[in-house]
């Protein structure tokens, strides 16, 4: 069994899901892993990906590579948003396998990394699935979905469950580790900072997510009497709002790290910075993701 302690002198590409920036997020701890442990890395990813990994990374290669064609329409109903996409979907999917296989055999990538990316694997070389998620939150009746989840994680020689089995933050929806799969622990950027001793900021507002919600999230906030005064708004979308951080990622980092409360979805790579900063929270799942309620459950029963 293959764990990230054990890449080491290889070249490996991987590649985030685009959906929204938390998988770009917890990548950066994986990619700074395999780089000090002498990887050559590439990572393949869509432009505005690429501008966030550059402020981390100026020894790794980018390969362009085009992003699934997610469109959400902000009232919670993800299941359908997908399904109108399925047939784009599924031909991005084919696409993709098409590019990874050319890019392996012109580069001599010795290890594929997807994160959560279904179509990024190659029959050629080692290919990881990097996921929090075996078993998807559906409801009874979509147990289809899951099956297509299990088979499309099939094609991958190797999974890697970006959480810990001796203190779980995904709970349920990791468990029962496959046979060709390890427990890798938990990830933030944030654990390449030292610790903060002293918080100055009272409450940061993390928006995360696809941009509609992003959105929906930072105007809530905003228009809750019982938000913090001092509040300081950190997102990606293409909207300016008050009280926002517009520098790099570089300088919101140093925001989020001082912050005394972070405001944000209950996204699992938001739950992995949260444990990492040890600051209080006020999570809100986002409207229609049964598995952000589920992590926000249990992120209350942990934090007591």
């Known amino acids: ?21 938390g998988h770009v997020s917890r990548c950066i701890g994986l990619i700074h892993q395999l780089v000090i442990q002498n990887n050559d890395v590439w990572i393949a990813c869509d432009d505005r990906q690429k501008r ?4 981390y990374f100026s020894d790794v290669t980018f390969v362009s590579h085009a992003g699934y064609p997610f469109q959400f329409g902000g009232k919670g109903h993800f299941g359908w948003d997908l399904l109108k996409r399925s047939n784009a979907l599924r031909k991005r999917l084919n696409e993709e396998r098409e590019e990874v296989a050319s890019i392996v055999k012109t580069h001599a ?7 959560h990316r279904y179509g990024f694997c190659s029959e050629e070389v080692p290919s990881i699935f990097l996921t929090h998620q075996l078993n998807l939150p559906v409801k009874w009746y979509e147990g289809g979905v899951n099956a297509l989840h299990r088979k499309l994680i099939r094609r991958f020689s190797h999974v890697w469950l970006m959480d810990d089995d001796r203190s779980s933050l995904a709970g349920k929806l990791s468990a029962d580790c496959p046979e060709n799969g ?3 622990g938990h990830y933030s950027r944030f654990a390449l900072y030292p610790k903060k001793e ?11 997510g696809p941009e509609s919600y992003a959105v929906q999230l930072i105007e ?6 019982s938000t913090p005064s001092g509040l300081h708004v950190v997102h990606a979308t293409s909207q300016n709002f008050p009280y926002q951080c517009k520098g790099s ?16 979805h209950s996204g699992y790579s938001t739950l992995m910075d949260c444990l990492e900063l040890e600051a209080e929270t006020r999570l809100t799942p986002t409207k229609g993701q049964a598995e952000q309620e589920y992590l926000l459950q249990l992120w209350k029963k942990r934090k007591g």
């Open 220 to 225: 809530q906030v905003l228009n809750d009497p």
């Open 109 to 115: 990538i010795d290890i594929v990394i997807s994160d």
């Open 52 to 55: 966030v990994f550059e402020e």
């Open 249 to 264: 990622w570089r300088e919101k980092d140093a925001l989020i790290r001082s912050a005394k409360l972070i405001i944000s």
């Open 1 to 21: 069994m293959i764990r990230p302690e054990d890449v080491q002198d290889k070249r490996v590409l991987i590649s985030p899901l685009n959906w929204g920036m």
């Open 182 to 184: 390890t427990y890798i």
């Open 198 to 208: 002293v918080k100055s900021v009272e409450a940061v507002l993390v928006a995360s």
